[in-house]
């Protein structure tokens, strides 16, 4: 199984979902997507987790972000873990589960670590852009929940970074300042960033965020 890293096309599959079978890169589009995982169905971590992306959709929506998850488990228990995770979590499910009883995406995407767990995926985070390159990757432990802020936070960065030539700081949130990339000339910097600059080191270099009115 090869590795996947950052910058790699995201490998296309053909899956079983909840909403029907879906070929990942046209599913795609020309938008951005998030796959993740879960060790299985009707487990707690998960549970919250389902609902918290539900919750989040229009976030994602706003970014052009689709979501779709996956567990090895198969669609009739996906089906019954949905009713249990909108009861539970006041919320409607509103994004594709993948039901990967044969692991092949699993496997795949390298999502099961034998000396984790033989069987079950751990919660692996795909963010792949609209050029259909793998941009992030985040794997968490089966007992460590997802911070979904953090993603949003991530996939803001990742937007803004690949059309500006700009990077974000630690702790970065939209709206804040950000760095200017250092193949930029601090004498070229007013003509590309208008918005003005402050040089706090000849190599660290921060403008107001470029995309923002």
């Known amino acids: 199984m090869a590795t996947i890293r950052l910058g790699d096309v995201a490998p296309n599959f053909t899956a079983n979902t909840t909403e029907g079978t879906i070929d990942f890169h046209e599913w795609l589009g020309d938008g951005w997507g998030i796959l993740f995982s879960h060790p299985a169905d009707y487990t707690p971590v998960c549970t919250t987790e389902l609902g918290t992306v539900a919750k989040y959709k229009a976030e994602f929506d706003k970014r052009n972000v689709k979501v779709v998850a996956l567990s090895v488990d198969g669609l009739e228990s996906h089906k019954g873990w949905?009713?249990?995770?909108n009861e539970t979590q006041h919320t409607e499910v509103n994004f594709p589960i993948i039901a990967d009883e044969d692991r092949k995406v699993s496997e795949l995407y390298d999502m099961i670590h034998p000396n984790a767990d033989s069987k079950l995926t751990v919660r692996s985070v795909f963010v792949i852009g609209n050029d259909k390159k793998v941009k992030l990757i985040i794997t968490y432990p089966a007992s460590t929940g997802r911070n979904f802020d953090e993603l949003l936070r991530v996939i803001?960065?990742?937007?803004?970074?690949?059309?500006?030539?700009?990077?974000?700081?630690?702790?970065?949130?939209?709206?804040?300042?950000?760095?200017?990339?250092?193949?930029?000339?601090?004498?070229?910097?007013?003509?590309?960033?208008?918005?003005?600059?402050?040089?706090?080191?000849p190599y660290l270099r921060l403008t107001p965020q470029p995309n923002l009115d």
């Open 82 to 85: 949905i009713d249990d995770i």
């Open 156 to 201: 803001d960065s990742l937007q803004l970074t690949a059309y500006h030539k700009v990077a974000t700081p630690a702790n970065w949130n939209n709206g804040e300042d950000v760095v200017v990339v250092p193949a930029i000339a601090t004498k070229d910097i007013p003509a590309i960033f208008p918005k003005g600059f402050k040089e706090v080191k």
